[in-house]
T-cell receptor, first 114, second 109 residues
């Protein structure tokens, strides 16, 4: 069964450092999402791509976060500089153009900022 | 007020018990409703969609009350493997999915 791939699975960094996360969606899925999930909370959308275009980044803290999906396939989410409050699970999900309500999540990247 | 609110939990129930989770949503324009399951330190996975007429999938039954803006999930004959966090999710039109905080269930032998 096809899966969403993410790396790294775990990342420990010091505040003010830069971190980057990578996501490879299920082949053929046009829509890609990055979510942040703080412990004890539900996932919150950071950014949504349709192919290579950003559809929604209204909740992305643009002063420190950036995301790209240059070729409309895999995607990178970057934080620079990282802050203590960025410690969370970063989840990538993908869906087909016709079925945006069924999202398939990757295993996530657990970030700890010290 | 949070867009999606769920029972605080955790729910600790013995094997074989019936347990119900409740969820309310504030956006009356919401059109799509789901329950996702998330195991500890794992990613969320779609458990079931929720339809207006109510729907059942094996031991799981989902109900929707649009007038009260209320969704429920009933699990019958609980198994140890049902232990997880259950996330209530709603969507209005083409807007992003909105997740609740989740309710944690522990099924005890």
């Amino acid at each position: 069964e096809a899966e969403v791939a993410q790396s790294p699975r775990y990342k420990i960094t010091e505040k003010s450092q830069a971190v980057a996360f990578w996501c490879d969606p299920i082949s053929g899925h046009a829509t890609l999402y990055w979510y942040r999930q703080i412990l004890g909370q539900g996932p919150e959308l950071l950014v949504q791509f349709q192919d290579e275009s950003v559809v929604d980044d209204s909740q992305l803290p643009k002063d420190r976060f950036s995301a790209e999906r240059l070729k409309g396939v895999d995607s990178t989410l970057k934080i620079q500089p990282a802050e203590l409050g960025d410690s969370a699970m970063y989840l990538c999900a993908s869906s087909t153009r016709r079925g945006p309500e069924t999202q398939y999540f990757g295993p996530g990247t657990r970030l700890l900022v010290l | 007020r949070k867009e999606v609110e769920q029972d605080p939990g955790p729910f600790n129930v013995p094997e074989g018990a019936t347990v119900a989770f409740n969820c309310t949503y504030s956006n009356s324009a919401s059109q799509s409703f789901f329950w996702y399951r998330q195991d500890c330190r794992k990613e969320p996975k779609l458990l079931m969609s929720v339809y207006s007429s109510g729907n059942e999938d094996g031991r799981f039954t989902a109900q929707l009350n649009r007038a009260s803006q209320y969704i429920s999930l009933l699990i019958r004959d609980s198994k140890l493997s049902d232990s997880a966090t259950y996330l209530c999710v709603v969507r209005a039109g083409n807007t992003p999915l909105v997740f609740g905080k989740g309710t944690r269930l522990s099924v005890i032998a």
